[in-house]
T-cell receptor
Framework: GQQVMQIPQYQHVQEGEDFTTYCNSSTTLSNIQWYKQRPGGHPVFLIQLVKSGEVKKQKRLTFQFGEAKKNSSLHITATQTTDVGTYFCAGPRRGYSGAGSYQLTFGKGTKLSVIP | DADVTQTPRNRITKTGKRIMLECSQTKGHDRMYWYRQDPGLGLRLIYYSFDVKDINKGEISDGYSVSRQAQAKFSLSLESAIPNQTALYFC?????????????FGDGTRLSIL
């Protein structure tokens, strides 16, 4: 079945350094979503990418969707302590029960620690 | 997300007990989901529902059951809890078709089975 692989699993950076997490799918994705989960919190939707080669920015965060729509990345410039948390990518897959619609498969996440 | 409310927030119980986790939402979304989160394993889908009459198994449904009592309510039951069901459980909602819409998560229920 479809898998969404995310690397690295953990990343420790000094405050001010850049950070990147990568997401790879075994199949072509119609879209990809990114979520952030703060320590002790719940996942919060950040962004959705739909088009091949799409690049979107949110302040210091840059999201890319690969040309083949099988990989994506999230890059944070000049990390801050507020960036601490786990970042998940998620891609749609056919319903587990064979339903016609698609559900999300989440990567295992990249846990970011920022050293002040 | 305050629009998705999970109860209880924490629960400690014993092996063999029946447990129900409840989720209610005020977002007016048709689609509701139950996920389980374990350290290093990300979020795994247990069950999902597109509307009141629709229930679908997810990736790890064994040992769980659900009930969609109304558009706004989706409960998860563990009929006979076992220790490896100790985890953080999230309810989520979404609007729209084909899984393309963002999911909105509740604050989670931390469940410990002794």
């Amino acid at each position: 079945g479809q898998q969404v692989m995310q690397i690295p699993q953990y990343q420790h950076v000094q405050e001010g350094e850049d950070f990147t997490t990568y997401c790879n799918s075994s199949t072509t994705l119609s879209n990809i979503q990114w979520y952030k989960q703060r320590p002790g919190g719940h996942p919060v939707f950040l962004i959705q990418l739909v088009k091949s080669g799409e690049v979107k920015k949110q302040k210091r965060l840059t999201f890319q969707f690969g040309e083949a729509k099988k990989n994506s990345s999230l890059h944070i410039t000049a990390t801050q302590t507020t960036d601490v948390g786990t970042y998940f990518c998620a891609g749609p897959r056919r319903g587990y029960s064979g339903a016609g619609s698609y559900q999300l498969t989440f990567g295992k996440g990249t846990k970011l620690s920022v050293i002040p | 997300d305050a629009d998705v409310t999970q109860t209880p927030r924490n629960r400690i119980t014993k092996t063999g007990k029946r447990i129900m986790l409840e989720c209610s939402q005020t977002k007016g979304h048709d689609r509701m989901y139950w996920y389980r989160q374990d350290p290093g394993l990300g979020l795994r889908l247990i069950y999902y529902s597109f509307d009141v009459k629709d229930i679908n198994k997810g990736e790890i449904s064994d040992g769980y059951s659900v009930s969609r009592q109304a558009q706004a309510k989706f409960s998860l039951s563990l009929e006979s809890a076992i220790p490896n069901q100790t985890a953080l459980y999230f309810c989520a909602t979404s609007d729209g078709a084909l899984g393309g819409q963002p999911q909105h998560f509740g604050d989670g229920t931390r469940l410990s089975i002794l």
